[in-house]
C-alpha cells in the first residue's frame, strides 16, 4: 500500500480513537461558567438542587483538621472531567494556569490557590482526602483524584469566589496529572441560593428516593413564627406535598424531628424543636387527612447541625423539620 495511504489510514484510525475517549457520560454537561480545558471529557457529573458545601480554604493544620473553611449552600454542581492518553506536554502547570486565568477573567476573589503542593498544604495529596470528606462522592472515578501512580506529574487546588447580583458563586478545581496517560481534574461549582431555602419541591418522587438512599428528607417550606410552633400561612404548600406523599404511600410511617440552630440554651431549643414536631404532625392529621400513629414526633434542638451555626446560612440550614423513615 501507498506510504502516504497508510499513513492517512493510521491517523484516521488515531482520530477516530480520540472522538471515542472524548464523549461524556449521559445529561453532563459544563457548567455556564468555566469551560472545560482542551481536550478533556466529563467521566463523571452530578447535580443537586439546594446541599450544604463544605469549602476548605486553608491548609492541614492538625490530624485531619482544616481550620479555614466555609460553609456556602445553594445549588451544585459537580464535574469531573479526564484527559486520557494526555501527552506528555499537557503538564499540570498549564492545566493550573489555564483555570487560573479563567478565575481572574472572571473577576474571581481568590481564597486560595496552590500549585505542586506538599501534603498537608491547601491541595496537597493528604489534604484533598480531609478537605472533600464532607462531601466526596462515593464509588465515583472522581475517586482517583490525588491517587496518582509513580509517574504522577503534580497536583493543583483553585477555590475561589465570584459575585454576582443574584449571589456569589463559590468554585472548587481539584487536578492532578495521575499518571503518564491522564490528567484528571474535578470542578464543584456552588451557586448560593438563599432565597430558595425552603422552595425546593417535596413532591413524591423526590421525598421517596430521599428517604430510599438515606432514610431522610430534610424540609425547609415548613415555616414557624418567631420562638415559636406557630406553623405560618406559606408553609401550607409543603404540608399538601408532604401529604400527597404520604397519601401515595400508605405503608410508609414516619418521624417527624425538629431541628433548631444553636441560638439560646439547649433545653430551651429542646422543647422548641419538639412543638414544632409536633404541630407538624398535628396540621398533617387535622388539616391534611393523615390517619393518628403514622407520624411520631421528637425534637433534637441543635445535636444534628447540617451546616455550621457561626453564619446565618448555616443556622437557617439547621432551622428544619426532617422525615424520618421508621421501621
Not at 289 to 300: K, M
Amino acid at each position: 500500500m501507498n506510504p502516504l495511504k497508510i499513513a492517512l489510514l493510521l491517523f484516521l484510525i488515531t482520530l477516530g480513537f480520540g472522538l471515542a475517549a472524548q464523549e461524556d457520560v449521559p445529561g453532563a454537561k459544563d457548567h455556564p461558567l468555566l469551560s472545560r480545558y482542551p481536550g478533556s471529557h466529563i467521566a463523571w457529573y452530578q447535580t443537586k438542587k439546594y446541599v450544604a458545601y463544605d469549602l476548605a480554604t486553608g491548609p492541614i493544620t492538625r490530624y485531619r483538621h482544616i481550620e479555614d473553611r466555609q460553609e456556602v449552600a445553594g445549588q451544585l454542581y459537580r464535574i469531573y472531567y479526564e484527559i486520557e492518553g494526555a501527552p506528555a506536554e499537557i503538564s499540570i502547570d498549564e492545566v493550573y494556569a489555564d483555570y487560573l486565568r479563567a478565575f481572574e477573567r472572571a473577576g474571581a476573589t481568590i481564597l486560595n490557590q496552590g500549585l505542586r503542593p506538599k501534603g498537608n498544604d491547601f491541595g496537597g495529596s493528604q489534604w484533598v482526602g480531609v478537605a472533600l470528606a464532607p462531601q466526596s462522592p462515593p464509588n465515583s472515578p472522581s475517586s482517583k483524584l490525588f491517587a496518582g501512580t509513580s509517574s504522577s506529574g503534580g497536583k493543583f487546588a483553585l477555590a475561589g469566589r465570584i459575585d454576582r447580583p443574584t449571589g456569589p458563586v463559590y468554585v472548587a478545581i481539584y487536578g492532578e496529572r495521575h499518571s503518564n496517560k491522564l490528567v484528571n481534574y474535578l470542578v464543584d461549582i456552588i451557586e448560593t441560593k438563599d432565597a430558595e431555602l425552603g422552595k425546593v419541591s417535596l413532591n413524591p418522587e423526590y421525598i421517596m428516593r430521599e428517604l430510599t438512599e438515606r432514610g431522610t428528607v430534610s424540609v425547609y417550606g415548613i415555616k414557624f413564627a418567631y420562638d415559636s410552633a406557630e406553623i405560618l400561612p406559606d408553609s401550607e404548600e409543603t404540608l399538601k406535598q408532604i401529604a400527597a406523599f404520604l397519601k401515595a404511600n400508605p405503608g410508609i410511617k414516619l418521624y417527624v424531628v425538629g431541628h433548631t440552630d444553636n441560638q439560646g440554651e439547649f433545653s430551651y431549643n429542646h422543647r422548641l424543636s419538639q412543638r414544632r414536631a409536633a404541630a407538624t404532625v398535628k396540621a398533617l392529621e387535622d388539616r391534611h387527612g393523615i390517619a393518628s400513629g403514622r407520624l411520631l414526633s421528637e425534637g433534637v434542638a441543635f445535636l444534628a447541625p447540617k451546616a455550621t451555626n457561626k453564619t446565618e446560612e448555616g443556622r437557617a440550614l439547621n432551622r428544619r423539620v426532617e422525615l424520618v423513615l421508621r421501621p
